[in-house]
């Protein structure tokens, strides 16, 4: 079976609390993550956060859908596992550590496994793409985000 896990780390010229409010918008993450298309609402928790939603990404070869349960222990990390969906496993959390100064180190983490069809249909060099795509580019993004925004 195939996986993609992996991790991405930036310091980013901004306060915790500014980038806490970036990771926790789940539902803006579709702007500024390439390959995530699409998240549906689907809960919320007492805080306004959202709990439970779906989510359609970018696999280069087909879009794939996820029921995914997200978990927040503020302002430092924020966690996600699929439910339901194509892949047989996904599981990712950004961390996040006050550098002081308005600072912030943010690190991306993620664990996919593919599953025994997918594994068959992305493999080889394609996990390598989707890996710079869904891992690497992360915390890349996130910073480009909340300092040019």
Request: no cysteine; hydrophobic share 35%.
């Amino acid at each position: 079976m195939g996986s993609i896990t992996g991790s991405s780390t930036e310091e980013i010229d901004a306060p915790i609390e500014q980038v806490w409010e970036v990771v926790t918008d789940v539902l803006g993450a579709p702007e500024w993550q390439g390959g995530l298309k699409d998240v549906e609402e689907l809960e919320r928790d007492a805080e306004g956060h959202v709990t439970l939603a779906e989510t359609s990404s970018d696999a280069k070869v087909r879009t794939l859908k996820s029921t995914v349960r997200f978990a927040y222990d503020g302002p430092t990390r924020v966690e996600w596992r699929q439910e339901k969906g194509e892949m047989k496993s996904v599981e990712g959390s950004w961390e996040l550590d006050d550098l002081g100064d308005g600072r912030t180190r943010a690190t991306y983490r993620l664990e996919v496994e593919l599953g025994r069809m997918l594994g068959m249909v992305i493999r080889g060099p394609l996990v390598d793409v989707l890996r710079g795509q869904l891992v690497s580019a992360r915390a890349k993004e996130l910073k480009q985000h909340v300092e040019g925004g």
